[in-house]
């Protein structure tokens, strides 16, 4: 290259000049892989998109009614914890009113 510069001769190798003109195009050259890929079958897209789509849909209905069932569930015990505790404070008012 430095030769090159001081020559003012441009003898480009076949390797440099294949790299130059296919520098964006040519990956295999200047080793970054295949390139570029071809975009994929858009029916096969769609097909693949809306079955994944009904999956979600069917995962986010499972999910919405075992949180409604667990809810349901903390709201029993929530209320079930109050009324036991409503019942000792009825029991230790009786307890302090007989003292």
Do not use: C, W
């Amino acid at each position: 290259m430095l030769m090159r510069l001081l020559t003012g001769v441009d003898n480009l190798t076949t390797e440099e000049a294949y790299a130059k003109v296919f520098r964006k195009s040519g990956s295999y050259i200047t080793g970054l892989g295949a390139g570029p890929r071809h975009p994929q079958n858009r029916k096969y897209d769609e097909e693949f998109n809306d079955e994944r789509h009904s999956q979600l849909t069917q995962q986010i209905d499972h999910l919405q009614q075992e949180s409604a069932n667990r809810e349901a569930s903390l709201r029993v015990e929530i209320d079930r914890m109050q009324a036991d505790a409503k019942k000792r404070e009825d029991e230790a008012r009786e307890r302090e009113a007989k003292l």
